[in-house]
């Protein structure tokens, strides 16, 4: 796989306009993050807020960068026909999708990380101006915080299984416009869905199999009984979704033509 890796790391950073959205997830998560806690405010007699969740509004954006970036780290090859030379040098189609997977998911999780670390930074800046401090019965945001670590560290892990939820489509599909459509449909409409049901069995199901709701569960640190599904179910729930579209990329890749 070394020279499988090599050659997909060389294809990604040199791919046009890759640097300009690993910058926008690390720069527009944080200051989407910022913005949603500079418009929250905690009385003196306490609020209900899940702070870490709320200090990570941002990831909610940054993902659909995500997603972009991991469309187009394949979709990129066929505009450009590319991908023939890659299938001549490398005929071995599923190790080429599984080391462009491995590329992306490194890069993903290295951006994600200074995102998501801009975003608690900034919330523990913010907030406390805004009256979430220890005497309103809101602690300030730390990582030393079991559930605010949890929540941080699965919001990294969440944007790098939507980069391999992307790829997996966009391998299916390979066409740019059409697999960041279907992504953007099963992250933002599928999302939408549960509100427009009114049987509660219908809606806490559609929640449970949205890779979104799903997923931004492991955000959650308050109240998670009444969540349809624990943090880490929800994000497995992610990773099957993820893990299918890479299973069905995987296949059509074998099975068509370049």
Known sequence: MRRHLSAEWTKLRTLPGIGWLLLAVVTLTPAASAAAAAVVSCPPAGCAYDVPKLALMGVQVGQAIVAVLAVLAITGEYGTGLVRTTFTAMPRRVAVLTA???????????????????????GRLILPGNGFVPEHGQPLLSLADGPTFRAAAGSVLYLALIALLSLGVAAAVRDAAIAMGVVFGLLYVLSAVPLMVSDPGWQKLLWQI?????????????????????????????????????????????????
């Open 100 to 122: 462009k997977a491995a590329v992306l998911t490194g890069v993903t999780l290295t951006a994600a990380t200074g995102a998501v670390l801009a975003s608690v930074l900034a």
């Open 210 to 258: 949205s890779p979104m709701n799903a997923g931004l569960a492991v955000q959650a640190t308050t109240r998670l009984s009444d969540l349809p599904l624990s943090p880490w179910a929800g994000l497995a729930v992610l990773a099957a979704w993820a893990a299918a579209a890479l299973l069905c990329g995987g296949l059509l890749l074998r099975a068509r033509d370049a």
